[in-house]
């Protein structure tokens, strides 16, 4: 079982969406594309959102700067605050979840980026 207060996950989702969109250019040569998806095991113990973008992905270097609040990776052009995704973090944290973020595509270019957020229900716990 899987509870959670819904307006600061409502807001941890939109942000994860917000920023892919952001940070996912869109060329009629090569389609920015954002996926979301909830996955969970078949005995209920674990839920995990993802959101997966094929933009230009997060830098190893800067992976944990861009949970601290107001850090913007250098060279882009998005307009944002720096606190989107420590809100995410944030928010997870709240709900006893964790966040991970890697390449949506490893070894291609771009990579993309994967923000994957694991829920554990407290019976698994």
Same mark, same amino acid.
Request: hydrophobic letters at 40%.
């Given at each position: 079982m899987?509870?959670?207060? @819904?307006?600061?996950?409502?807001?941890?989702?939109?942000? !994860?969406?917000?920023?892919? !969109?952001?940070?996912?250019?869109?060329?009629?040569? &090569?389609?920015?594309?954002?996926?979301v998806?909830?996955?969970?095991?078949?005995?209920?113990?674990?839920?995990?959102?993802?959101?997966?973008?094929?933009?230009?992905?997060?830098?190893?270097?800067d &992976?944990?700067?861009?949970?601290?609040?107001?850090?913007?990776?250098?060279?882009?052009? #998005?307009?944002?605050?720096? !606190?989107?995704?420590?809100?995410?973090?944030?928010?997870?944290?709240? $709900? &006893?979840? @964790?966040?991970? !973020?890697?390449? #949506? $595509?490893?070894?291609? $270019?771009?990579?993309? #980026?994967?923000?994957?957020? &694991?829920?554990?229900?407290?019976?698994?716990?």
């Amino acid at each position: 079982m899987f509870d959670g207060n @819904q307006t600061l996950l409502k807001e941890l989702v939109r942000n !994860l969406v917000d920023n892919a !969109l952001n940070y996912t250019p869109s060329t009629p040569e &090569r389609p920015g594309l954002i996926t979301v998806r909830v996955l969970a095991d078949p005995f209920g113990h674990v839920l995990l959102l993802q959101v997966e973008d094929n933009g230009p992905g997060i830098a190893e270097a800067d &992976r944990e700067l861009v949970f601290e609040p107001f850090y913007r990776v250098l060279g882009n052009e #998005a307009d944002g605050s720096g !606190l989107g995704l420590p809100i995410v973090r944030e928010i997870a944290n709240q $709900h &006893r979840a @964790q966040v991970k !973020l890697e390449d #949506a $595509h490893p070894g291609k $270019h771009p990579p993309g #980026a994967l923000f994957t957020v &694991r829920f554990e229900s407290e019976t698994a716990a």
